[in-house]
């Protein structure tokens, strides 16, 4: 039962990733681009190679809700497409990411997230 807060935000994650996924589909934008541009946000993790607390915090800048949403609301508020567009690939990654159990990064370490440790050394 500890885990039970883990678990109903990784399905909440699962409803996030299916809405964003069926408005992008109702919004008629190509299939192929949730694929091409799906691991480009993971190029956030690449502060890591100058150390645990860079990599942390350009890896969390990247994989939280404030810009796509702002996105979307700015689509909502202006109807400008590209911003659906960004936003919604953006919070689709964001909420895979989550579902899976990739959690925002503490700086001791890529594994230890906010949702538990993940990766081999997962206790």
């Known amino acids: 039962m500890k885990n039970l807060p883990v678990w109903f935000e990784r399905a909440e994650n699962v409803a996030i990733a299916v809405l964003t996924v069926a408005t992008y589909t109702h919004l008629h934008f190509a299939w192929y681009w949730l694929f091409v541009f799906f691991l480009a946000f993971d190029l956030s993790m690449l502060g890591y190679l100058v150390n645990k607390k860079v990599g942390a915090i350009g ?5 939280n809700y404030a810009v796509p949403s702002a996105l979307l609301l700015t689509y909502v508020l202006g109807g400008t497409r590209w911003c659906a567009f960004v936003g919604l ?3 689709s990654h964001i909420a895979v990411d989550r579902a899976q159990g990739y959690g925002l990064k503490l700086i001791t370490g890529f594994e230890d997230t ?4 993940i990766g081999k050394n997962k206790a």
Request: aromatic share 16%; net charge positive.
């Open 89 to 91: 690939l953006w919070a």
């Open 114 to 117: 906010h949702l538990g440790k």
């Open 59 to 63: 890896y969390n800048l990247i994989h």
